[in-house]
């Protein structure tokens, strides 16, 4: 017992270590290693559900209806059963899966339900430390059963989920800030997307597209470069790393004419892609209105899917086989056309009925082979009849992948990259842009997507709108003006002890720390008292280990923040070592920001006397060039008011980095002026650059 004790310590001591060093190392160094630490996890996570969802389809489909379905050229190139061995089982198994996800959901982990991309982009926006572990395993589970037994689902949403479930559980261990938590949540949803499609590159980009509608978050593409790399090559090396699809044509674009059947594919994507959002919302809608348990609507989903299946086995599993049968001119000719024009709009209704009802998977995947199918319908329809249109219908089946999801999806450009990663084809990636727009266009009119938790941008992110709002903020640290904790909770404590404790003192709740004195979690009044009331004999249940928390040095915006994602009227400030030295709260800002604004005065006070007004560009060698303002060694009295910057105006505070070509606004006394101005030009002077006004009194 005292061996375990020992090593739980250890082992605590060590995390305290990793958190002190990731808070006070450079920004390179620290998403090395948080990147590289979360790419692994989303690579092996991704060969695990894999190879799991491979086992489950096996068993399910296989083994129990006797079908065999496609697999694209990357899994094998397997072709699909002419027939259904047991055609009488096939509602039956789809409905049991869907039953089996239904209960492994709903008893155990409720938010796993439905698709796990969504889920994470919530958590990025509103409290990225609190995905629970549990979530994750039981989505694996579910989601495999799910697809595996012939639901209508992605692979995405589920590797996503374990990518960022690894995430959060990293800034909670670790106390990163929380704009690192987003970043850390962000990049575990990319690089997981990216593992499964074989797609690096698309999954690093998606990682800044998928957070908003018409906006990108670029502090998150470096790490997630750096994690979608390792998950990638971890994924290839166990799975090997041919492209997902294999693409038989040697299509050119070199017939400007064809540009008219490419917007035509836009434009059709972009109305179907609204009939995905809309139609599988709506099934979700209806589902949630039945008066039958949460757990069993999955079921009833799941049986009418398997219904539907035996007139058009396409609706099954992932798909992506199909979409390899449309890549090619002959297998696509030897599908029915009645089947080519149904596919897309029975996938939507497929997919709603398995994940929109409850159970659990990915929509990006069913997405994919809406959009594919809608290209091959085109190709179908035109191709005997009509000139310009290519002889075989891969280009018509990629550009129709990226038009319908990358517009539905709102991810454009993340969606082109990854189905040219998918395909190796970068041919059809021109007139692509074309079709892309034009879908795009077309959702964006209507303000659709199908991730509901996206925000429109980010300026409609609380963290950001308050970083651009109280700039002043950035300027005081925690430790100025935090005030010391009334009360530390030790684990162990009986329950009824803390909450006499907490009551004493006359606080909201207290941070609970381990025998060492390393924080743990909060404990909040209100969620004690129930855990008392149903009978709880220990403190320990009732702790928050999710918790966001600040560090001692960090600046006061990030408590800002910070107080935004948690419900409690407090956060916790630790030390480099991981233990609880204060607490912030929404007076504590208040004060902290009355001091921002008097040194803010006192600064152009300094300078109002004898001073001038100097605007200069930022050159490409200078010394503030690629530095915070903190770090930048600026002439005494100056006071930078404004930063321009791309034909935006900001205004700056200490953290703030100059770039070159930025146009700085600055008061600083006349004597200091050339000095100013050299740090911010650096050698030579830009066109521009100017000394406004006379000294200023």
């Known amino acids: 017992m005292s061996t375990a004790v020992g090593r739980r310590r250890d082992v605590r001591a060590l995390v305290a270590r990793v958190a002190g060093w990731v808070t006070t190392t450079t920004y390179l160094q620290r998403w090395l290693v948080l990147g590289t630490a979360i790419g692994a996890i989303a690579g092996l996570g991704a060969v695990v559900f ?8 096996h068993v399910f489909l296989r083994d129990l209806v006797g079908y065999q379905v496609p697999t694209p050229a990357g899994e094998g190139l397997a072709r699909a059963s002419r027939s259904f061995a047991r055609a009488w089982s096939l509602p039956l198994v789809v409905g049991g899966g869907g039953l089996v996800s239904g209960l492994l959901v709903f008893r155990l982990a409720p938010e796993a339900e439905g698709h796990g991309t969504d889920a994470a982009i919530e958590a990025v926006h509103e409290n990225p430390r609190g995905i629970r572990a549990r979530a994750v395993a039981v989505k694996i589970v579910a989601s495999a059963v799910t697809i595996g037994a012939g639901g209508s689902g992605g692979r995405e949403g589920p590797t996503a989920q374990i990518s960022a479930g690894f995430a959060s559980l990293v800034a909670r261990l670790l106390n990163l800030s929380p704009a690192d938590a987003r970043i850390a949540v962000s990049t575990g949803i990319g690089s997981g997307i990216g593992a499964i499609f074989k797609a690096p590159l698309g999954g690093a980009v998606l990682a800044t597209e998928i957070l908003y509608r018409d906006d990108m978050e670029p502090e998150t593409f470096l790490p997630a470069l ?6 990638y090559a971890i994924f290839g090396a166990a799975e090997g790393f041919q492209p997902l699809f294999s693409t038989p044509s040697t299509y050119r674009f070199e017939d400007p004419a064809q540009l008219l059947w490419f917007a035509l594919i836009g434009a059709l994507c972009g109305l179907v892609g609204l009939l995905y959002a809309n139609g599988f919302y709506g099934i979700a809608r209806l589902f949630a209105r039945l008066r039958l ?4 609507r999955p079921a009833l989903g799941g049986l009418l899917v398997g219904l539907m299946a035996l007139a058009l086995p396409e609706v099954l599993g992932t798909g992506y086989g199909w979409v390899q049968e449309g890549l090619g001119r002959h297998a696509l000719l030897g599908l029915p056309l009645a089947a080519v024009l149904l596919i897309p709009f029975a996938r939507i209704v497929a997919t709603g009925l398995s994940i929109g009802s409850g159970g659990s998977g990915g929509i990006f995947g069913p997405g994919m082979v809406i959009g594919a199918f809608t290209g091959a319908a085109v190709w179908r329809l035109f191709e005997p009849i009509a000139p310009a249109v290519p002889h075989d219908p891969a280009p018509f089946v990629l550009i129709g992948m990226m038009a319908c999801f990358g517009s539905i999806a709102r991810a454009p450009l993340a969606i082109m990259v990854m189905v040219v990663e998918m395909t190796a084809s970068l041919e059809a990636l021109a007139p692509a842009m074309l079709a892309v727009g034009i879908a795009t266009l077309i959702v964006r009119r209507s303000d ?13 992110s609380p963290a950001h709108r308050l970083q651009l709002g109280m700039t002043l903020l950035g300027d005081v640290r925690c430790g100025e003006v935090m005030h010391r904790p009334r009360l530390l909770l030790r684990t162990g404590l009986p329950a009824e002890t803390a909450l006499a404790l907490i009551e004493q003192e006359g606080v909201p709740g207290a941070p609970a720390v381990n025998q060492d004195g390393l924080f743990v979690g909060t404990v909040a009044a209100s969620r004690l008292a129930r855990q008392v009331e149903q009978g709880a004999r220990r403190m320990d249940p009732a702790i928050d280990p999710t918790a966001v928390t600040v560090q001692e040095s960090a600046a006061l915006d990030t408590a800002l923040e910070a107080l935004t994602t948690t419900p409690d009227t407090w956060v916790t400030v630790l030390d480099s070592g991981q233990h609880p030295v204060g607490i912030v709260t929404t007076a504590t800002i208040v004060r902290g920001y009355r001091r921002a604004v008097e040194g803010g005065l006192g600064r152009l006070s300094a300078v109002r006397s004898g001073g001038a007004q100097l605007e200069a560009r930022v050159g490409a060698s200078a010394p503030a060039a690629h530095q915070p303002l903190r770090a930048t060694a600026l002439p005494p009295g100056t006071v930078v008011l404004s930063v321009e910057r791309g034909g935006g105006l900001f205004f ?7 770039e070159p070509g930025d146009l700085v606004t600055a008061m600083v006394p006349a004597e200091r002026a050339d000095a100013l101005r050299a740090i911010l030009q650096g050698d030579a002077a830009e066109d521009g650059d100017r000394l406004t006004g006379s000294p200023l009194t």
């Open 448 to 460: 659709a997507t199908i991730y509901r938790s996206q925000r429109r941008t980010r300026n409609d």
């Open 652 to 658: 700056p505070d200490g953290g703030t980095v100059l």
């Open 50 to 57: 894999y190879d799991l969802l491979g086992v489950a389809t």
């Open 226 to 231: 750096i994690a979608s790399i390792v998950s």
């Open 293 to 296: 348990p949460r757990a069993v």
